[in-house]
């Protein structure tokens, strides 16, 4: 996190800044995240089931394009469903 806006020019307190303010939100999310686990077991599927449809939206809308937008051949589409494939039998065992 903190390399790509210390090659963007920012300075080094303010990229530290941002660094911490950032592990301290993902404390704070932990936190409750263990506050609201522990109420029932289906609440937790809810959370992991947004946590996952959020990945893959986030897999679908920004990385598959900008890897089809760097390497334009056929090993992009075979990786992803390379990757696709791995994944639907990990979770099948």
């Known amino acids: 996190m903190a390399v790509p806006m210390k090659n ?3 300075k080094t307190s303010r990229v530290i800044f941002y660094v911490v303010l950032s592990g301290i939100t993902t ?3 932990a936190f409750f995240g263990a506050l609201i686990g ?9 959370c992991l089931a947004f946590a996952g449809g959020a990945m893959i939206y986030i897999v679908s809308g920004e990385l598959i394009p900008e890897a089809n ?3 334009h051949g056929r ?3 075979l990786g992803n ?3 696709l494939l791995i994944g639907i039998f990990a979770m099948s065992i």
Do not use: D, E, F
């Open 69 to 71: 937008n760097l390497y």
């Open 81 to 83: 469903m390379l990757g």
């Open 38 to 46: 522990g109420i029932s077991q289906s609440i937790i599927a809810m």
């Open 75 to 77: 090993m992009t589409a």
């Open 27 to 29: 404390g704070i999310g």
């Open 8 to 10: 963007g020019g920012m």
